[in-house]
């Protein structure tokens, strides 16, 4: 046990929603009006790169011009209190370490670095600007996205697992607890560990044993950092959630 509780934050999509960020709806099997085999899988990279660092580029553009929501805000300030937070998320946007938190670890990668097709643990920070053909890593490979594709595997999951491990509270916000493996971290947390889920479809996506908060991540979160933070500590306020 640490010394002080551990609010694990398992967030997805619809949080950066809020943002303005296009999310992946699987159910047309388009992201963008793209198929998402043609932009997202190492399929799609081996018969058009182009097309996927054109996708990638206008991805960037699109995270580039997003702004932190209540929500990222609210976490971070939590944070800040001097509560101990860690996020775990399946977005590759930069908004909750815009936001101010410091303790993020992305399962599927991060659009706004570069990586080697040659060595995976080769990254560049992509301050400005994209990645075109012709752009090299150190060892002379082009240069990617650094997103986990649809069939590759998710490297960070084990560390992703260990925090999960350590958690005195969950905290999901934004996702329907549909994507592998990153939906089984729920089972990583120890036995009596709670957890929250916050979306606007709660009532439906939440499995057995998560409570649920019926609200989008902008208005729920915040309600829940607030009675935290008065009260000075990590509990389930049953007056907010229903």
């Known amino acids: 046990m640490s010394e002080s509780p551990h609010l694990v934050v398992l967030s997805g999509a619809g949080i950066s929603a809020e943002s303005g960020i296009a999310t992946f709806r699987a159910s047309d099997g388009l992201w963008e009006n793209h198929p998402v085999e043609a932009v997202a899988t190492p399929e799609g990279w081996a018969r058009d790169p182009e097309r996927v660092l054109r996708f990638y580029d206008a991805r960037r553009d699109q995270v580039r011009r997003a702004r932190p929501n209540a929500a990222h805000k609210a976490l971070a300030a939590l944070e800040k209190r001097g509560f101990r937070v860690s996020i775990i998320t399946q977005n ?81 916000v934004g996702t329907s607890l549909a994507v592998m493996p990153a939906a089984s971290l729920l089972h990583q947390a120890p036995l009596d560990a709670e957890a929250i889920l916050v979306d606007p479809q709660a009532h439906q996506l939440a499995p057995p044993g998560v409570v649920r908060l019926n609200q989008p991540a902008g208005q729920g979160v915040p309600a829940l950092v607030r009675h935290w933070t008065r009260e000075g500590r990590l509990w389930m306020p049953e007056t907010l959630l229903e």
């Open 92 to 172: 590759i946007d930069d908004l909750h370490e815009r936001a101010g938190s410091r303790r993020v670890l992305h399962l599927h990668g991060e659009i706004l670095q570069a990586r080697s097709t040659a060595d995976p643990g080769m990254r560049y920070p992509l301050r400005r600007g994209g990645i075109r053909l012709g752009d090299l890593c150190d060892l002379g490979s082009q240069l990617r996205p650094d997103v986990v594709w649809f069939g590759e595997p998710v490297p960070r999951y084990v560390e992703a697992q260990e925090v999960v491990a350590e958690a005195d509270l969950l905290l999901v």
